[in-house]
């Protein structure tokens, strides 16, 4: 194990959330569907690390009811599912960085994820590739911004970043930055758990 994944393991359990290694990620889904329980309700913010995982089909196909705005056609039905993931029996998601301090760091448009990872749910898990180790809180930033712009050419944004791969902290309408989030500790009355896998997964 690297020493970077170490510090973070290490840090995370300093700050009080629960932290599980796997090398793979098939070891990692294993461990996820004996934590969910098949009858819990399972909300799931965006992120491309739980789609690509293909966890939403295979929590559907087990029985639990799922809630991910991704999987709506229609703005009110995924607003309704923002609104439900965020008070199901387990959220899942994933973090844009993870320091080497343990701590949480997210940048959302709308909010839903960054509030659901807070407060809200009765569990929370946040599933992490390694790639996403960072020093501190600034490098953190950098590594948002820095990959931003493939968010906003995937959701086809008319965004500075989704032309130039680049941020300018832009003024634009479609702009995806306007909540920063750092999870510093465990927040009071949320049970946050980290399951972190030694992949690059999502970015
Ligand atoms: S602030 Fe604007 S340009 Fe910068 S990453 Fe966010 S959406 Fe892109």
Redesign the pocket.
Known sequence: MEDKVKNTIAALEKNKIPVKYFENEEKAVDFLLQEIGSDNSVGIGGSITIFNLNLHQILKDRGNKVYFHWLETKPEDADSARLIASRADVYLTSTNALTEKGQLVNIDGIGNRVTSMIYGPKKVIVVCGTNKIVKNVDEAISRI?DN??KN?QRLKLN???AITGK????D?SQ???SVTTIIDKKPTKTDLNIILIDKELGY
């Open positions: 911004k931003a712009y906003s965004t500075p970043c941020c300018n902290d832009c634009s702009r995806m930055c």
